[in-house]
């Protein structure tokens, strides 16, 4: 990994590689479940998926799927706070997958 160096504007000098991997499991700012690594978390801040188990499932979702071209590809929240993958491709068809992060 490159060096990643800041200076602030008191000139002083932060590397930027050591503060990612100081705070990689502290809870991110947003609207996600996710820590900073991408980890995916339960109650209380514990990981449930890691980021290396949602890589491997996604991989292996995609070497299953049909050698179509993909038009558009979106992950929705439905209203019951289900995940689903939606793929349109571009011959019209749409595959649906729920996506179920606990058993995989």
Do not use: C, F, H, W
Not at 50 to 62: A, G, N, P, S, V
Not at 73 to 97: A, F, N, P
Request: hydrophobic letters at 35%; glycine letters at 8%; charged letters at 35%.
């Amino acid at each position: 990994m490159a060096n990643k160096s800041a200076k602030t504007m008191r000139g002083k000098n932060i590397d930027m590689n050591t503060l990612i991997a100081n705070n990689e499991k502290v809870v991110a700012v947003g609207n996600l479940n996710v820590n900073a690594r991408g980890d995916v978390l339960g109650p209380g801040g514990l990981i449930e998926v890691t980021k290396e188990e949602i890589t491997k499932m996604y991989y292996d979702e995609e070497a299953k799927r049909p050698n179509k071209e993909v038009a558009k590809r979106q992950r929705i929240k439905r209203g019951d706070g289900k995940l689903i993958d939606e793929t349109t491709y571009t011959d019209g068809s749409i595959e649906v997958i729920e996506v179920d992060l606990k058993n995989k």
